[in-house]
């Protein structure tokens, strides 16, 4: 199993990394493959299509995914929703019903309306939502304040557990022989006549 964990975050290495770093130890405790993948200093060179293939190819092999933005003005990275806006829109099919969690890392405030607005893009693929023991969030102007964040290190340290627990369940579904949901095709209504 592989989860992909996306760093919607301009540094590569800051405090949004270092929360995917906590939910990622304990996916690799519970034996499951994780990837970083650095998504907000790309977009913001202007790489954004370069960037959504490739992590449409990765897809390909993941069993679930977590997104991870700081918060910039009480919002989720641009980069990290201009990087999900084409996300969404090319590759639906490799992330249709696989497991998602959103992460949200702050100095201070902006963590539920960031994480409200990422938490939308996974039920457009029909993707279960995991959570913690709280919101998905962290605080800390600077990685090691991050860890100081007893409440946030313990939150993101659950996300790992409950995210294997899930993959961990569905597995033993499929080999029980749960049948995985057909995505029906979309119906779109128009509300002009």
């Not at 919002?75 to 249709?96: H, N, Q």
Request: hydrophobic letters at 45%; aromatic letters at 8%.
């Amino acid at each position: 199993m592989k989860v992909i964990l996306f760093n919607g975050s301009r540094r590569e290495k800051g405090c949004t990394y270092t929360a995917l770093s906590l939910v990622a130890g304990e996916l690799k405790a519970a034996g499951i493959e994780t990837e970083i993948f650095f998504v907000g200093g790309r977009v913001l060179k202007g790489e954004t299509d370069a960037v959504v293939h490739e992590a449409k190819e990765i897809l390909k092999t993941a069993d679930a995914v977590v997104y991870g933005s700081p918060v910039y003005y009480a919002s989720p990275s641009g980069e990290m929703l201009m990087f999900l806006d084409r996300l969404y829109g090319i590759a639906e099919a490799e992330l249709l019903f696989k497991p998602a969690a959103t992460v949200a890392s702050a100095r201070r405030a902006g963590t539920t309306a960031t994480l409200d607005a990422l938490n939308k893009y996974p039920t457009f693929a029909q993707q279960p939502l995991v959570t913690s023991r709280y919101w998905n969030m962290v605080h800390g102007s600077s990685p090691e304040d991050v860890l100081k964040d007893d409440e946030g290190v313990q939150v993101m340290k659950e996300l790992g557990r409950n995210m294997a627990w899930i993959l961990k369940s569905i597995e033993a579904g499929k080999k029980a022989g749960v049948v995985q949901p057909i995505a029906e095709k979309k119906i779109f209504t128009n509300f002009i006549r």
